[in-house]
Every structure is written in structure tokens, then in C-alpha cells.
């Protein structure tokens, strides 16, 4: 018997050793949002004054300029708020990753392209802000399926074409 308990004990701690790891920035992360704000990223042609300096490895993506998480859903992206950052680059059809991004306010930068249809997939969106920008094409109509958007301000862009009806405001 005295064997047994010893053998189990043994047997439990070098289970424990095992499945014991470091927690180390890079592990307490959520993938998905970290790589579709590199992906954003890698959509920058230009950052003049630098405000991208900290979307690196050496700080938790949380804490990058303008990246706001959760405290509620830790480590998951809410808003991204890049006013007037002086950013030049087109926008990633990632950025329709981060699934609980609630704000995107890209204000008063130059991006150009299309609004990439992606955003649509992000359903607890309220708030999108690219006024002030060179955006090209049409406003994507999956827009709609944004349904708890109300703040949508495209204003100031090179878009074609109408806002779909299901995001104009009603007329009561």
C-alpha cells in the first residue's frame, strides 16, 4: 500500500510539472484579435507620427495606442480608436475579426480602397466612424447586418452610390 501512495503522489506531481506553463503576455491573448490588429497593420503604408509604435510584441495588445479590450471578455478587442492618427493605408478585410469590437473610429486619416465588407460579420458593432478619409467603391451592404450599429458616419469620402435603406435613419 505504502508503494501505491507513493507511486500516485510521484505520478501527480510530475502531472502537475507537466501541464504547468509560464503565463507570459503572449500566452494570455486572444489569437484572432492579435492577428487581425497586425493584419491592420500590415495595411499602413505610412504612420508619420509614429502612433503605431507600440503595436509590437513588447506590450500585450491591449495596451497598443488606441486598441481598448474588455474587462468583462478579457483580452478581447472593443474599440479601436485611431482618430486623426495621421495614418495613410487601406483597411484589412480583418478587421472583421475581432468579433467583439463594439467601436471603430478611423477618423481624419487618409485611408483609401473599400470599406471592406467583412465588417459586416461584426454584429455587436455600435459605432463606425471613417469620416474624413479617401474610402472608394460603394458603403457594403452587410452593413445591415450590423444591427446594433447606431452611429455610422461616412462623411467626407470618395463612396459611390446610396447608404443602403436599412441603415438610414427612420422617419417617424
Known sequence: MKAFVSSFLLYTVLLCIHLW??????????????????????????????MLSSWNDSLHFCRWSGVYCSRRHVHRVTKLNLFSYGLVGSLSPHIGNPTFLRTIVLQNNSFHGKVPSEIGGLFRLQVLVLSNNSFEAKVPTNLTYCSELRVLNLIDNKLEGKIPEELAPSQN
Open 21 to 50: 506553463r509560464p503565463v507570459t503576455a503572449s500566452s494570455m491573448q486572444n489569437e484572432t484579435d492579435r492577428l487581425a490588429l497586425i493584419a491592420f497593420k500590415d495595411g499602413i503604408t505610412q504612420d508619420p507620427l509614429g
